[in-house]
């Protein structure tokens, strides 16, 4: 295994060309310049920082110059090796991270030859020289700088504030039991055995969220694009733009050409879907997720379901927590809202008392989630009721909703009927002033 990384280190250059306050960061993490393997980055990077430290902006000129000065460019690597680093295009906000990677390897290469000069005369060594060797160690260790990643001082945390934003759901009494919603920073896993209209009150959670401001993302593993967007359209659509039809098997609802194209104008740039052509790993979802929430400003992912993953590990319990913890993390990092499906076991129908460990898969996933919703249907009713199973936000457990079924609106509705009437906003409002 070779212990460096050429990317790494001319990446670290190319940013302090791009932003000569990466030199701050080097500073932060103790990169230094002999932290570099190849010799022309090792000179460069030493008259970068004397550029720097001397308040000479960094730019391929000055720094040809000061090699010039120094009779150093072409140790350097010449002043075609300086165009090089210009051409290349780097991101400095993934800098931190290449100046961790140099820096460990650069730990790693020192600790190498400590170790091979040590066992040279192992034989040789008392106990002091022995104590002596774990010191150096110990020593390198603590320069890497990644040890002190590992500890934080408490002054630094900002405070947390009271209300740290949610995502309402569009159900009061779930609204209620979490505290204003399903927090931003959250994992929430939703079971039930299909048919139970787990869908349906994803949909409108959905259509709630992007009616306040927030867009929204879905990953179907079982329904095509169509099929998921026509559900979609019939839950968001006003009954003006509902139309009745009749057909072989009977009676059913679909939404007119007028309100599909209002609806897919508003959902425009607000609603994302995983595409079709790319593998459902592990892998590609991260990315995916990352890339709409940094890009898109996406703040809801609804992922139905974890089944139809194809993630990487040994068997498919391991290859289910990978995914899961994963989710977790880009959740946490960037205050996302993330709800996974989840089918129920076979052993949940036996179940007389719910509990979070009906989930098909591995036990971890429960302990993962912030918040466990359970979908039911009993005895072939209509309704359907939701039960709050874990809720690591307001601790409040066992709150059990029951909402009824409008197969003309799509929508779950209480007894209030406010779900079933709610009008989502995609129609535009006209103003008093346009029929002026």
């Known amino acids: 295994m070779n212990l460096y990384d050429l990317d790494a280190e001319r990446n670290i250059l190319s940013c302090v060309f791009l932003e000569n306050d990466v030199i701050i960061e080097g500073n932060r993490v103790n990169l230094c310049a002999d932290d570099f393997f190849y010799t022309q980055h090792s000179i460069i990077y030493t008259y970068m920082k004397k550029l720097y430290d001397t308040n000479i902006g960094i730019d391929p000129v000055t720094l040809r110059a000061e090699l010039e000065k120094n009779d150093m460019l072409e140790k350097a690597g010449g002043i075609s090796y300086l165009a090089g680093l210009t051409a290349l295009i780097s991101v400095s906000d993934n800098v931190s991270f290449h100046m961790k990677i140099v820096k460990d390897l650069a730990t790693k290469r020192s600790i190498k030859d400590l170790l091979s ?33 590992l500890i934080i001082d408490v002054s630094t945390i900002a405070p947390q504030v009271d209300d740290v934003g949610s995502i309402q759901t569009g159900f009061s009494a779930i609204d209620s039991a979490t505290g204003g919603g399903l927090n931003f920073g959250t994992l929430t896993v939703l079971t039930g055995n299909p048919g139970s209209g787990k869908s349906t009150f994803l949909n409108q959670i959905l259509s709630n969220a992007m009616s306040l401001g927030f867009n929204g993302f879905l990953y179907s593993g079982e329904l095509s694009y169509q099929m998921s967007l026509d559900w979609f359209c019939k839950t968001v659509a006003n009954p003006n733009h509902l139309s009745s039809c009749i057909n072989s098997f009977g009676r059913y609802t679909k939404v007119t050409p007028e309100g599909r194209e209002e609806i897919l104008n508003w959902a425009k740039d607000r ?23 940094i890009k898109k400003n996406v703040k809801l992912f609804i992922l139905d379901n974890l089944m139809t993953l194809e993630c990487s590990g040994s068997d498919k319990y391991e290859k289910q927590i990978i995914a899961v913890k994963s989710l977790k993390n880009l959740a946490k990092k960037y205050d996302l809202v993330i709800i996974l499906v989840a089918h129920s076991n076979k052993s949940s129908l036996l179940n007389r008392e719910p509990h979070v460990f009906e989930i098909s898969g591995a036990s971890e996933i429960p302990n993962l989630a912030d918040y466990v919703f359970k979908a039911t249907r009993e005895n072939s009713e209509p309704e359907t009721y939701i039960l709050l199973l874990k809720n690591r936000i307001t601790g409040i457990i066992k709150k059990k909703l029951k909402l009824q079924f409008d197969s003309d609106r799509k929508r779950f509705f209480t007894q209030g009927k406010s779900e079933l009437q709610k009008d989502y906003g995609y129609s535009p409002k006209l103003e008093q002033g346009s029929f002026l």
């Open 117 to 149: 000069n040590t066992t040279k005369d192992i034989k040789k060594l008392d106990n002091k020289d022995l104590l002596q060797f774990s010191d150096d160690l110990k020593a390198t260790l603590f320069d890497s700088g990644n040890v002190e990643d």
């Open 271 to 293: 609603l994302f879907y995983y595409s079709k052509d790319a593998t459902a790993d592990e892998i590609n979802l991260v990315n995916a997720i990352e890339y709409a929430a």
